[in-house]
């Protein structure tokens, strides 16, 4: 099993910045995408953005150039630094990844979500 542990959501006046961090832990033989989805009151969940192992990004077009996604491949971790924070961006953030397991079997695995709201 994966577990992934999320931290970093809360309030913050539109035009501020956050910091959200996703560890994965548990039986992980290698994790090839991570990324991170948000779904605001009333709403579908959303991409936001993905990194793959090697590095490569996909943004949503709403969080370009405000929004950067890093990760630490030894830590099994993932980082999105959220700036110029505009109050659409409110929602419930997801971490997500797809994970190959030691004892077999590639599985895609989200974690509980975190609250960022963005309100003055």
């Known amino acids: 099993q994966v577990q992934l542990v999320e931290s970093g959501g809360g309030l913050v006046q539109p035009g501020g910045s956050l910091r959200l961090s996703c560890a994965a832990s548990g039986s992980i033989f290698s994790i090839n995408a991570m990324g991170w989805y948000r779904q605001a009151p009333g709403k579908e969940r959303e991409l936001v953005v993905t990194i793959t192992s090697v590095g490569s990004t996909n943004y949503a077009d709403s969080v370009k150039g405000r929004f950067t996604i890093s990760r630490d491949n030894a830590k099994n971790t993932v980082y999105l630094q959220m700036n110029s924070l505009k109050p659409e961006d409110t929602a419930v953030y997801y971490c997500?990844?797809?994970?190959?397991?030691?004892?077999?079997?590639?599985?895609?695995?989200w974690g509980q979500g975190t609250q960022v709201t963005v309100s003055s």
């Open positions: 997500n990844a797809e994970a190959a397991l030691y004892s077999g079997g590639y599985y895609r695995y």
